[in-house]
């Protein structure tokens, strides 16, 4: 009993230590960069530029960069079903360009993400940006009708049943939660950095000062034995 508690101590000592901590925001930088450059380089396949359409025409943030928001129901097609007409529908609505321009604002929030394992500042925006897309995806579950189960029979519709798009972003919750955590400890980070910049330059005009008190004594002690 005496050695299994000691196991556990001694597995909580590593876990708790400051290297495990770092080894685990680096982790989340990579996670969120992961997510977001996976997702934003999908952004730019027709197949998930068709699936994003109900959130977007849906939102009265994005829908009016579509040209027919109110006819997106008619002209969704599944995953990996290529219907000619309604590819064409979708390019005159302007689907796939707005996915492209999000695609690519989601590929560089993941490459600045990505950037502050090496660079904080750069880091930081990256995770700033991170943290503020789930407050919008967030928002479709209040927005978009698809993404709760439909009333089609069974007794489990609506809220709090989330559908398979729903499930989907309701999970942006752990990303926003994330993206904090990455926040935080950047600008604790760049704070103790910038904190113990300001130590030598306050050292060397310190030092300075005594130089000159100094200096100024020495001339003083001269003059006065030149007196006597």
């Known amino acids: 009993m005496f050695g299994m508690q000691s196991l556990y101590t001694r597995a909580l000592t ?27 380089w999908l952004k730019f396949s027709p197949y998930e530029a068709d699936s994003i359409a109900p959130f977007v025409a849906n939102s009265p943030l994005m829908r009016f960069f579509y040209a027919y928001p109110a006819d997106y129901a008619a ?7 290529l219907i000619p007409a309604q590819r064409a529908w979708q390019l005159a609505n302007h689907t796939y360009a707005f996915s492209r321009g999000l695609g690519t604002v989601e590929i560089m929030i993941g490459l600045l993400t990505l950037s502050g394992l090496f660079f904080r500042k750069t880091g930081l925006w990256g995770a700033i940006l991170a943290f503020a897309t789930p407050f919008v995806t967030l928002s479709f579950l209040a927005t978009t009708p698809e993404a709760w189960v439909p009333a089609l029979g069974d007794m489990q519709h609506g809220f709090p049943y989330l559908s398979g798009p729903g499930r989907l972003v309701i ?12 926040v935080a400890d950047t600008a604790r980070t760049l704070l103790r950095d910038s904190a113990a910049d300001a130590v030598p330059k306050r050292s060397v005009k310190l030092s ?8 100024s004594f020495r001339l003083h002690d001269t003059r006065g034995g030149e007196n006597r």
């Not at 230590?17 to 996976?38: D, E, N, P, Q, V």
């Not at 002209?75 to 079903?81: D, N, R, W």
């Open 75 to 81: 002209h969704l097609t599944k995953e990996g079903a």
């Open 14 to 40: 590593i876990v708790a230590t400051r290297r495990s901590s770092g080894l685990g925001i680096a982790a989340m930088k990579i996670a969120i960069a992961i997510i977001f450059i996976w997702i934003g």
């Open 171 to 182: 999970k942006d919750v752990a990303l926003l939660a994330g993206a904090w955590l990455v």
């Open 208 to 215: 300075s000062v005594a130089a000159e008190r100094f200096k």
